[in-house]
């Protein structure tokens, strides 16, 4: 897959006359598609071609559980040809986009669903639209996020990696925890493979990052202290933490910019985005969300701390506190 | 049990002892993943090496089984030191790594992990701006490296661009740092007070080197968290800083059950000593403007009970917003460097 041209005017216009209709005539699924069901697919490709010789595969994982459900309305009505703008703007030529659908294995009907990695705008759109947004959900904390990281780790395969031992991207939008493993049983019966046994999330990870950098974006800072943690422990910096919904495609494209170091550090990325018309607010929380990873990579934009090149102490020392109150009988 | 070796099926390498029956084991050469009965859960990667380890001279350090590399030590607290770290893995994090340089002060390191936590839950006003500001815990446990004696350790995220304490900023600016500098610091550091009384607590340790600033920003943070304790429960501060003696109220208004008026009153003391004063009597620099330096005074002499203090930190906040209308005008945001910085 991957063929077709991208037209950043065309996507416009496809995704402006958009903004009056309501959510069931733009999202018209009531169940799974049957073209992403992904039980018995082998592989989603991302490769390059005569069109596109330097592509870039990239992943959406959306959360349609409950109120996350808005993100790939979001997503359709504005926020896409804004995205793609951004990564072709940033320096990325050819990017192709596949978008997945993520629910709770437990309870919802389409748990999973596939697209295909495509490059032009009416086919990204097309996979989108198509999205079953079922609006359920498990009462337990927790959605089968991993189920998503296990099938791209699996059953994709992208030319960036495989020939230029370049990473694609995994975003993924959600506001819970993922459960701890991937269920035999459940792969089995929504993907068609056959493990031995159940497999530590952590180990999907391990797999995914190897042809993708995943990133996990919480949609606002309420719902940050419910999921983040379980997140950070899998993926470290690379949970990212939005202020609104809204920011989640500049966040996303921002991201990109910085990785692939398209932009040198935030403060480029914030003078890019005041160019393209972003408000201040927005601006702003932008720039506060992509931060702490930012940081991670050295391009945060502030200086190095000052670092005294010490080991761990040796020995005991004596306090500098003086106890006011005696100290518990240990 | 029998134990028997196992050889990984992708390259034929020998495989740890399993711990149990039902672990599941990844294989050191080639990252394919075993079950203990000795199949492969998990197809071989087709890449036989991960990216090359990020600094492999720096030294490794483990607390909670995870392993971190020591990018350098930030500071020495009054019994630990702290170290800047990022987890050893290619998805890292970056962290503060604090270790007990005092071993008999390791108990501190637990109880204030725990009081970070229970602020990162507290569901007081603002919990969600507040809370950024706080450090925010990953991990605890004993730090673990290859010699050396294990020690108690916390592990909390590192918070990008603040790395300037208080302490740093009168080595800088000698003779103090300039009063609408002061005056930002000021009110951020009571807004975060206001939140951290609200949620229950009093910090006990508003010294110089726990008041961490953002320059660019106009930020600030709060560390150092051991001297904490719990609102309501009559209970006196129970640590002092032998090293910061003249930041902590009299005595007598110590052995006191600890109230938002000692926060706000050693918040007043640092910023007097930051703009180049000095924290017992409350006497500012001649360059202070009248109405701040009228204000300092009287926070710094209220304790010995020529007056009431303040007890509530926003309505401290608006006494400090008028005096600073009256020296220097409306609002306006005025930058402030440190060396580094552009």
């Known amino acids: 897959m991957g063929f077709g041209s991208y037209s950043y005017d065309a996507h416009e216009s496809l995704t402006r006359g958009r903004a009056a209709l309501p959510r069931q005539q733009l999202f018209r699924q009531d169940r799974c598609h049957p073209l992403m069901e992904p039980h018995g697919v082998r592989w989603r490709e991302s490769r390059d071609s005569a069109g596109h010789p330097a592509s870039l595969g990239i992943v959406f994982a959306l959360d349609v559980t409950g109120s996350m459900g808005h993100i790939p309305e979001l997503l359709a009505r504005q926020r896409l040809p804004a995205f793609m703008k951004a990564l072709l703007e940033a320096g990325v030529a050819d990017p192709q986009v596949l978008f997945m659908a993520v629910g709770d294995a437990h309870s919802d009907r389409a748990p999973l669903q596939v697209g295909q990695f495509e490059s032009s705008e009416r086919q990204m759109d097309q996979w989108l639209t198509w999205l079953f947004l079922e609006g359920g959900g498990g009462a337990a904390g927790a959605e089968s996020y991993e189920l998503a990281m296990y099938f791209a780790a699996a059953h994709t395969d992208l030319d960036c990696w495989r020939k230029r031992e370049h990473r694609g991207y995994f975003f993924m939008t959600g506001d819970e925890r993922p459960h701890g493993y991937v269920s035999r049983k459940q792969v089995a019966d929504l993907i068609g493979d056959t493990l031995e046994q159940d497999v530590p999330v952590r180990h999907v990870v391990d797999a995914l990052q190897r042809a993708y950098e995943p990133f996990f974006l919480i949609p606002d800072l309420a719902r940050r202290r419910q999921c983040e943690r379980d997140w950070r422990e899998l993926l470290g910096d690379r949970v990212i933490c939005l202020e609104d919904a809204t920011d989640t495609v500049d966040v996303a494209a921002g991201l990109v910019a910085l990785c692939e170091g398209a932009l040198p550090d935030l403060d480029a990325l914030a003078r890019h985005l005041q160019r393209g018309g972003l408000t201040r607010e927005r601006l702003g929380a932008v720039v506060r969300a992509l931060t702490p990873f930012a940081a991670t990579l050295g391009r945060d934009g502030t200086p190095q701390p000052r670092l005294e090149d010490e080991p761990l102490p040796e020995h005991d020392a004596p306090s500098g506190l003086q106890r006011l109150v005696a100290p518990p009988e240990r | ?342």
């Open chain 2, 1 to 342: 049990m029998e134990t028997r070796l196992l050889k990984c099926p992708g390259c034929g390498a020998n495989l740890p002892p399993p711990s149990s029956i039902s672990s599941i084991l990844t294989c050191e050469y080639c990252g394919a993943m075993v079950s203990a009965k000795g199949v492969t859960v998990w197809p071989r990667p087709t890449r036989p090496a991960d990216d090359p380890p990020f600094a492999p001279d720096r030294p490794r350090v483990t607390v909670a089984d995870t392993r971190y590399v020591l990018l350098g030590r930030l500071g020495r607290g009054d019994s630990s030191d702290v170290f800047l770290a990022r987890r050893d893995a290619r998805l890292t994090e970056l962290v503060v790594l604090k270790v007990a340089r005092a071993l008999e002060d390791a108990d501190l390191l637990g109880a204030e992990y725990a009081l970070l936590e229970a602020l990162q839950a507290s569901q007081a006003q603002g919990a969600e701006h507040f809370t950024r500001l706080l450090p925010q815990p990953v991990a605890q446990g004993v730090a673990k490296e290859a010699f050396g004696t294990p020690r108690r350790a916390t592990v909390y995220r590192w918070a990008s661009g603040f790395q300037h304490t208080f302490t740093e900023l009168r080595d800088v600016y000698p003779s103090g740092i300039d009063p609408r500098a002061a005056v930002w610091m000021w009110k951020r550091a009571l807004e975060l007070l206001g939140f951290v009384h609200r949620a229950g607590h009093v910090h006990g340790a508003v010294l110089p080197p726990h008041l961490l600033v953002h320059p660019r920003d106009h930020g600030l943070m709060l560390v150092g968290w051991t001297s904490a304790v719990a609102l309501g429960r009559d209970t006196p501060l129970n640590l002092l800083s032998a090293a910061h003696r003249d930041f902590y109220p009299p005595r007598r208004r110590l052995e006191a059950p600890a109230s938002p008026a000692i926060d706000i009153a050693m918040c007043a003391r640092s910023i007097v000593w930051v703009m180049g004063g000095d924290p017992v009597t409350g006497v500012t620099p001649s360059h202070v403007p009248r109405p701040l330096a009228d204000l300092l005074r009287a926070q710094c002499a209220s304790d010995t009970g020529a007056e009431a203090p303040v007890v509530d930190a926003w309505e401290m906040k608006e006494h400090v917003s008028a005096a600073a209308h009256e020296a220097f005008g409306p609002p306006r945001f005025t930058p402030f460097t440190l060396p580094g910085w552009r």
